[in-house]
Protein backbone atom coordinates (compact mmCIF):
# COMPACT_ATOMS: atom_id res chain seq x y z
CA UNK A 1 0.00 0.00 0.00
CA UNK A 2 1.45 3.65 -1.28
CA UNK A 3 0.28 5.11 2.09
CA UNK A 4 0.01 4.67 6.02
CA UNK A 5 -3.05 2.05 7.20
CA UNK A 6 -5.44 4.72 8.45
CA UNK A 7 -7.30 4.43 11.81
CA UNK A 8 -9.69 7.08 13.07
CA UNK A 9 -9.58 6.59 16.57
CA UNK A 10 -12.20 9.11 18.78
CA UNK A 11 -13.56 9.37 21.91
CA UNK A 12 -17.16 10.60 22.00
CA UNK A 13 -20.32 10.92 24.20
CA UNK A 14 -23.40 8.68 24.04
CA UNK A 15 -24.67 11.38 21.67
CA UNK A 16 -21.87 11.44 19.26
CA UNK A 17 -20.35 14.75 20.06
CA UNK A 18 -16.39 14.47 20.16
CA UNK A 19 -16.55 17.79 22.57
CA UNK A 20 -18.38 20.00 24.94
CA UNK A 21 -19.24 20.24 28.57
CA UNK A 22 -19.33 16.01 29.40
CA UNK A 23 -15.15 16.98 29.18
CA UNK A 24 -15.18 18.46 31.90
CA UNK A 25 -16.35 16.00 34.13
CA UNK A 26 -15.26 13.84 36.71
CA UNK A 27 -16.51 10.78 34.70
CA UNK A 28 -14.18 11.61 31.82
CA UNK A 29 -11.23 10.24 33.63
CA UNK A 30 -11.74 6.57 32.84
CA UNK A 31 -12.67 6.73 29.21
CA UNK A 32 -10.19 9.37 28.72
CA UNK A 33 -7.34 6.63 29.72
CA UNK A 34 -9.03 4.32 27.47
CA UNK A 35 -8.51 6.45 25.00
CA UNK A 36 -5.00 6.77 25.21
CA UNK A 37 -4.33 3.52 25.96
CA UNK A 38 -6.16 1.79 23.04
CA UNK A 39 -4.10 4.68 20.76
CA UNK A 40 -1.03 3.29 21.92
CA UNK A 41 -1.89 -0.01 20.76
CA UNK A 42 -1.57 0.08 17.71
CA UNK A 43 1.92 1.86 17.60
CA UNK A 44 1.35 4.72 15.15
CA UNK A 45 3.96 6.70 13.88
CA UNK A 46 1.71 9.92 13.57
CA UNK A 47 -1.48 11.19 14.80
CA UNK A 48 -3.36 13.85 12.44
CA UNK A 49 -5.78 16.56 13.29
CA UNK A 50 -7.26 19.43 11.55
CA UNK A 51 -6.88 23.24 12.08
CA UNK A 52 -9.36 24.13 14.55
CA UNK A 53 -8.50 20.84 16.72
CA UNK A 54 -4.65 22.28 16.65
CA UNK A 55 -5.47 25.47 17.55
CA UNK A 56 -8.35 24.71 20.11
CA UNK A 57 -5.99 22.49 22.14
CA UNK A 58 -1.98 23.23 21.17
CA UNK A 59 -1.64 26.46 19.43
CA UNK A 60 -4.01 28.77 21.25
CA UNK A 61 -5.03 30.70 18.19
CA UNK A 62 -1.80 32.57 17.91
CA UNK A 63 -0.54 34.52 14.76
CA UNK A 64 2.04 33.16 12.84
CA UNK A 65 4.99 35.28 13.01
CA UNK A 66 5.05 35.94 8.48
CA UNK A 67 7.62 38.25 6.94
CA UNK A 68 5.56 39.39 4.16
CA UNK A 69 9.22 40.21 2.54
CA UNK A 70 10.67 36.93 2.82
CA UNK A 71 12.06 35.77 -0.63
CA UNK A 72 11.00 33.09 -2.12
CA UNK A 73 10.52 29.56 -1.02
CA UNK A 74 11.68 26.61 -3.17
CA UNK A 75 8.37 25.05 -4.67
CA UNK A 76 6.85 21.66 -3.03
CA UNK A 77 7.04 19.99 0.08
CA UNK A 78 9.56 21.02 2.85
CA UNK A 79 11.20 17.61 5.11
CA UNK A 80 12.94 19.48 8.10
CA UNK A 81 13.09 16.04 10.08
CA UNK A 82 13.61 12.69 8.84
CA UNK A 83 12.65 9.49 10.82
CA UNK A 84 11.37 11.03 14.04
CA UNK A 85 9.80 8.87 16.60
CA UNK A 86 6.09 10.10 16.32
CA UNK A 87 4.62 13.22 13.62
CA UNK A 88 1.94 15.48 14.94
CA UNK A 89 0.50 16.30 11.71
CA UNK A 90 -1.87 19.32 11.29
CA UNK A 91 -4.37 20.24 8.30
CA UNK A 92 -3.66 23.59 7.98
CA UNK A 93 -4.80 24.03 4.07
CA UNK A 94 -4.56 28.01 3.86
CA UNK A 95 -1.96 27.95 6.39
CA UNK A 96 -2.58 30.12 9.67
CA UNK A 97 -1.65 28.08 12.39
CA UNK A 98 0.93 29.99 14.43
CA UNK A 99 3.55 27.14 15.88
CA UNK A 100 6.12 28.50 17.93
CA UNK A 101 7.98 25.17 18.35
CA UNK A 102 8.53 22.31 15.94
CA UNK A 103 7.83 19.82 18.25
CA UNK A 104 4.49 19.17 20.12
CA UNK A 105 4.21 17.06 23.47
CA UNK A 106 0.82 15.66 24.38
CA UNK A 107 -0.31 13.80 27.45
CA UNK A 108 1.99 10.92 27.73
CA UNK A 109 2.44 10.44 23.93
CA UNK A 110 6.47 10.78 22.42
CA UNK A 111 7.32 14.23 21.70
CA UNK A 112 5.99 14.48 18.31
CA UNK A 113 7.88 16.33 15.22
CA UNK A 114 4.94 19.09 13.48
CA UNK A 115 4.19 18.09 9.94
CA UNK A 116 1.66 21.42 8.33
CA UNK A 117 -0.49 19.70 5.17
CA UNK A 118 -1.08 22.97 3.08
CA UNK A 119 -2.51 23.55 -0.14
CA UNK A 120 -1.31 26.12 -2.87
CA UNK A 121 -3.51 28.46 -1.33
CA UNK A 122 -0.95 28.84 1.29
CA UNK A 123 0.98 31.85 1.17
CA UNK A 124 5.30 32.17 0.32
CA UNK A 125 5.46 34.23 3.71
CA UNK A 126 3.55 31.12 5.67
CA UNK A 127 5.81 28.73 3.33
CA UNK A 128 9.03 30.72 4.86
CA UNK A 129 7.48 30.84 8.52
CA UNK A 130 7.58 27.31 8.71
CA UNK A 131 11.30 26.92 7.20
CA UNK A 132 12.04 29.05 9.81
CA UNK A 133 10.69 27.26 12.48
CA UNK A 134 12.24 24.19 11.14
CA UNK A 135 8.81 22.55 10.81
CA UNK A 136 7.72 20.11 7.96
CA UNK A 137 5.03 21.13 5.62
CA UNK A 138 3.51 18.54 2.33
CA UNK A 139 1.66 20.39 -0.67
CA UNK A 140 -1.74 18.28 -1.20
CA UNK A 141 -3.92 20.18 -3.29
CA UNK A 142 -4.73 23.51 -4.99
CA UNK A 143 -7.52 24.79 -2.99
CA UNK A 144 -8.98 22.35 -1.29
CA UNK A 145 -7.31 19.35 0.87
CA UNK A 146 -6.48 16.37 -1.45
CA UNK A 147 -6.24 13.43 1.61
CA UNK A 148 -5.12 10.88 -0.61
CA UNK A 149 -2.16 12.50 -2.09
CA UNK A 150 -1.19 13.69 1.75
CA UNK A 151 -1.54 10.32 2.54
CA UNK A 152 0.68 9.14 -0.15
CA UNK A 153 3.03 11.65 0.74
CA UNK A 154 3.21 11.07 4.35
CA UNK A 155 4.08 7.67 3.93
CA UNK A 156 6.75 8.33 0.84
CA UNK A 157 8.61 11.30 2.65
CA UNK A 158 8.09 10.17 6.09
CA UNK A 159 7.91 6.24 6.19
CA UNK A 160 4.46 6.65 8.63
CA UNK A 161 3.17 3.16 8.25
CA UNK A 162 0.23 3.81 10.84
CA UNK A 163 -1.39 7.07 10.96
CA UNK A 164 -4.26 7.95 13.90
CA UNK A 165 -6.43 10.30 12.14
CA UNK A 166 -8.33 12.09 15.50
CA UNK A 167 -10.82 14.67 14.31
CA UNK A 168 -12.10 17.14 14.00
CA UNK A 169 -15.71 15.79 11.92
CA UNK A 170 -14.51 17.67 8.96
CA UNK A 171 -11.18 16.08 8.54
CA UNK A 172 -12.87 13.12 10.05
CA UNK A 173 -15.44 12.85 6.75
CA UNK A 174 -12.82 14.08 4.16
CA UNK A 175 -10.49 11.28 4.49
CA UNK A 176 -13.38 8.82 5.05
CA UNK A 177 -14.97 9.76 1.85
CA UNK A 178 -11.02 10.12 -0.14
CA UNK A 179 -11.70 6.32 0.52
CA UNK A 180 -8.50 6.35 3.18
CA UNK A 181 -9.80 5.19 6.22
CA UNK A 182 -9.11 1.40 6.85
CA UNK A 183 -10.56 1.50 10.37
CA UNK A 184 -12.59 3.28 13.18
CA UNK A 185 -11.44 2.77 16.49
CA UNK A 186 -14.01 4.22 18.41
CA UNK A 187 -14.51 4.89 22.84
CA UNK A 188 -17.36 6.10 23.87
CA UNK A 189 -17.67 7.72 26.92
CA UNK A 190 -21.15 7.02 28.96
CA UNK A 191 -21.84 10.33 28.90
CA UNK A 192 -24.41 13.06 27.28
CA UNK A 193 -24.65 16.62 27.22
CA UNK A 194 -26.87 17.26 24.37
CA UNK A 195 -25.65 20.67 23.33
CA UNK A 196 -26.95 21.55 19.83
CA UNK A 197 -23.50 23.43 19.28
CA UNK A 198 -20.49 21.40 19.52
CA UNK A 199 -19.07 19.33 16.37
CA UNK A 200 -19.44 15.15 16.16
CA UNK A 201 -17.95 12.70 15.16
CA UNK A 202 -18.02 12.98 10.88
CA UNK A 203 -19.58 16.21 9.63
CA UNK A 204 -19.71 17.16 6.32
CA UNK A 205 -18.15 20.34 4.72
CA UNK A 206 -21.09 22.93 3.26
CA UNK A 207 -18.09 23.85 0.74
CA UNK A 208 -18.00 20.31 -0.70
CA UNK A 209 -21.03 18.40 -2.38
CA UNK A 210 -23.05 16.19 -0.63
CA UNK A 211 -21.45 12.59 -0.71
CA UNK A 212 -22.58 9.00 0.12
CA UNK A 213 -23.28 7.02 3.42
CA UNK A 214 -20.29 4.75 4.59
CA UNK A 215 -21.42 1.05 5.79
CA UNK A 216 -18.87 -0.17 8.42
CA UNK A 217 -18.45 -3.94 9.52
CA UNK A 218 -17.87 -4.52 13.30
CA UNK A 219 -14.32 -6.01 13.85
CA UNK A 220 -14.55 -5.96 18.02
CA UNK A 221 -16.39 -4.64 20.94
CA UNK A 222 -14.54 -4.04 24.75
CA UNK A 223 -15.52 -2.99 27.88
CA UNK A 224 -13.09 -0.45 29.67
CA UNK A 225 -12.40 1.67 32.36
CA UNK A 226 -15.36 4.07 33.53
CA UNK A 227 -18.18 2.35 31.85
CA UNK A 228 -17.06 3.10 28.53
CA UNK A 229 -16.96 0.84 25.67
CA UNK A 230 -14.45 0.43 22.58
CA UNK A 231 -15.60 -0.16 19.31
CA UNK A 232 -13.65 -0.96 16.44
CA UNK A 233 -15.21 -1.20 12.63
CA UNK A 234 -13.51 -1.76 9.20
CA UNK A 235 -14.74 0.60 6.31
CA UNK A 236 -16.93 -1.66 3.45
CA UNK A 237 -17.56 0.48 1.12
CA UNK A 238 -14.33 2.53 0.37
Known amino acids: ?73 PQGDYVAVEGAGMYYVSVDASGRIGWESNTLKYEDRPAAHVIEVLTEKASNAYRAFLRRMEI ?44 VVDELSLVIAPLADGENSTPTLFEQSGFLP ?22 RYTVKNK
Request: proline share 5%; charged share 20%.
Open 1 to 73: MNRPYIVCHMMTALDGKITGPYMNTAAIKGPAQEYERTNASYRPQAWLCGRVTTDENFTFYKKPALDENAPTV
Open 136 to 179: SYIVAGKNQLDCKLAAEKLKALFRIETLMLSGGGFVNWSFLQAG
Open 210 to 231: KTAPVEFALKSVEKGLGDSVWL
